[in-house]
């Protein structure tokens, strides 16, 4: 039964609602599937309508409440109120003044918001002074720090406390922030520092961390050097602390906003509330900071490592943030305004749309099965996985777990960790990755010192022949988990066969092992190998007679075949994923598990793109595995296609030689159907 939602705004711009603010909110409630009113005091018209907008008079400081009549058209109502509270653009000349900027950021979170910027400021207290501390004075001087550090302690822990349900499971960085507090590294070093030195807390404070910090970016790694924010964070709360300062406390904003900052650490995302932070935008951070899960948790729109944004916005500029491209707008003008809340619409609009498809057979229009699975890091995700309708678990990249600590799991702790995944997803598969660190996944306790060429270092399975006894521990947990549900185990960074023969050895060991302990696992479980490097795919036609299946991993298996650094901005346009050489790679595969009888599955990224299903359907791909978001859009795609139409296709696209021909190919295709209302 649909049922009507409201939304009340003030008209703020100075002629309310005249004719161009009128054709503009027209335009948007042309996009309703169903009714939606405009109602002024008792008048209650068609916001579908230029005249009987204009004639019920919307004169500045009026209010004006905005109703649809289904669910349906919120996106419709949430882009109408974006708008008016914007003044339609047209406040003191806003959107005729001041030029449009856009600025280039990684993406952290998708989706678009559109409102006013609230810089987080945190310069006040960015100049420190230092001065001498008496020796009979240096008791006290101590005693400021520890009370400092111990007031941070209690705001931290009341954060956990009054966090969201939604972002409760992210709280552990904070933990990690709490437990830093009292590092002998940082609370150690800058107790000493006092005292050797007679120097005032701020400045033990600033010289200790910046020491710290400079260290931890000295390191090649991505991963440890964001590791050297978290020092940061902590570092800022404490010197809040000591100088009485106000922490840019975002609790308290009281109207919706985009926050911009130079930096937002866990705990201040962790403050985040959908109702008054509609996105953020940072001019630190990367894709593997824990700022970036949190707002994909939130389901907010976040973009991060923006540079400058901080010193190019100013709080109450118009912004637009458009997550999924990377993209900022400041002072975007009339008709980019306009388009973008356009964009928003649709976006809002096919993100529910495509939720129905989530429990649809991911099988195409002539009968075939291609299993659709979800990509997770954390075990909370398979939750998500289910949500979205996934069939499994193509790829569960353990890492995580062994990263940001100072130790390595033991084998009770990996197998609650993979348990709970299996019997959270059964009877559905979960594919096990073996440890793939290093590369950008460093280890905090790595025994590797700086590798020139880390991506092609000692990463992944090389590392675990490197280190057997910390192979043996996760693989006796990952064959302990497999009693518990369907668990097929996947070895990254496959580069010869005998690393399939050994890895093999080890896991019969290990099985051998749990047997002669009475511990119920099971040893028979499928062993796949990701297809990631090069000469796995000269090889396939042998390594297929040495595993179960193929799993391959675009992501890496792109940035080696073509040379290219994924991390690597500069580089970025000549990634592509249907580039001539790598149809012609996942073709080779896909045709030596079939000969030997074996499936091909695929994890990397190029599985959650809607546009590449077809040439996957074509290449004879069994499985695909993806962010658990994409899923439902995915087997929307699916479950629009031949199967033999896809071949066809794939057969012309292996005569072409160019990416473009190939893009034009299947946009001229399929693009319709890509695009076509869902
Ligand atoms: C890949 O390389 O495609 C892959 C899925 O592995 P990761 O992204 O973890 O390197
Ligand atoms: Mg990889």
Not at 13 to 39: D, Q, T, Y
Request: charge should be negative; charged fraction near 25%; glycine fraction near 6%.
């Amino acid at each position: 039964m649909s049922q009507c939602i409201s939304k009340k705004t003030l008209m703020i711009n100075e002629m309310g609602i005249h004719a161009r603010s009128a054709a503009k909110i027209v335009k948007l409630a042309n996009k309703a599937h169903f009714n939606i009113w405009a109602i002024r005091d008792s008048e209650k018209v068609s916001a579908k309508n230029i005249f009987d907008l204009l004639s019920i008079a919307c004169p500045a400081g009026v209010w004006i409440e905005f109703v649809v009549d289904d669910a349906m058209d919120i996106p419709v109502l949430n882009a109408l109120t974006d708008l008016a509270e914007l003044g339609f653009g047209e406040i003191n000349g806003e959107s005729a003044g001041t030029p449009e900027i856009r600025l280039n950021g990684v993406s952290a979170s998708s989706g678009i918001c559109i409102g006013r910027a609230y810089v987080v400021d945190m310069d006040s207290i960015q100049v420190i002074r230092k001065y001498h501390i008496s020796e009979p004075a240096i008791g006290k001087e101590l005693k400021r720090f520890k009370s400092a550090v111990k007031k941070t302690r209690d705001d931290m822990i009341a954060i956990i406390n009054d966090a969201c349900q939604d972002i409760r499971e992210h709280t552990d960085i904070l933990q990690t922030h709490i437990s830093l507090l009292k590092d002998k590294l940082l609370y150690g070093k800058i107790l000493e520092t006092i005292e050797s030195e007679k120097i005032n807390a701020e400045w033990a404070l600033k010289k200790v961390t910046s020491s710290l910090r400079s260290k931890f970016n000295r390191m090649a790694d991505a991963y440890l050097k964001e590791r050297a924010t978290d020092i940061v964070h902590v570092s800022d709360r404490i010197l809040m602390n000591l100088v009485g300062a106000d922490m840019a406390d975002i609790t308290r904003i009281d109207r919706q906003v985009i926050l911009v900052a130079r930096d937002l650490s866990p705990a201040q995302a962790s403050q985040i509330k959908q109702e008054t932070i509609k996105g953020f935008i940072t001019d630190l951070g990367g894709k593997t900071s824990h700022t970036g899960i949190i707002a994909r948790s939130l389901n907010i729109p976040a973009i991060m490592g923006l540079k400058t944004a901080t010193n190019q916005i100013d709080t109450d500029d118009i912004l637009i943030v458009d997550g999924t491209s990377g993209i900022v707008i400041v002072h975007p003008d009339d008709s980019t305004l306009m388009e973008y809340a356009l964009r928003k619409i649709d976006y809002e609009a096919q993100l529910s749309r495509f939720l129905k498809y989530r429990f649809v057979e991911s099988k195409t229009l002539d009968g075939f099965w291609l299993g659709v699975m979800g990509n997770i890091e954390i075990p909370d995700e398979a939750q998500l996985v289910i949500e979205n309708g996934g069939d499994g678990i193509g790829l569960y990249r353990t890492e995580f777990q062994y990263m940001g600590r100072n130790d390595f799991p033991s084998e009770t702790e990996l197998f609650d960790s993979y348990r709970n995944v299996v019997q959270q997803m059964a009877p559905r598969p979960v594919t096990i990755r073996t440890l793939d660190v290093n590369g950008d996944k460093a280890l905090n306790h790595s025994e590797i010192t700086e590798e020139q060429n880390p991506a092609l270092g000692l990463r992944a399975i090389r590392y675990s022949m490197k280190r057997p006894d910390i192979f043996k521990i996760q693989i006796r947990a990952i064959l302990r988990a497999a009693h518990f549900g369907s668990v097929r185990i996947l070895l990254p960074m496959i580069s010869s066969c005998e690393e399939i023969m050994e890895a093999r050895k080890m896991l019969s060991i290990a099985g051998e092992e749990l047997k002669q302990e009475s511990l119920p696992h099971r040893s028979d479980i499928e062993v796949g190998i990701m297809v990631e490097v090069p000469s796995v795919v000269v090889l396939s036609d042998m390594m297929a007679e040495l595993v179960d299946f193929f799993s391959i991993g675009t992501n890496d298996l792109i940035q080696f075949s073509l040379a290219i650094d994924r991390g690597n901005r500069e580089v970025a346009y000549l990634y592509s994923p249907l580039h001539p050489a790598i149809i012609r790679m996942i073709r080779q595969v896909t045709e030596n598990g079939r000969k030997q009888g074996i499936p091909t599955y695929m994890c990397g990224e190029m599985a959650g793109d809607p546009l590449n299903i077809p040439v996957l359907l074509g290449l004879g791909l069994n499985e695909i595995s993806m962010n658990p978001q994409s899923i439902p859009a995915i087997k929307r795609m699916i479950s629009s296609l031949r199967l033999d139409a896809c071949s066809s296709l794939v057969e012309e696209a292996l005569r072409l030689k160019t990416t473009r021909e190939i893009m034009d190919l299947l946009h001229s295709t399929y693009g319709s159907l890509l695009y076509a209302a869902v």
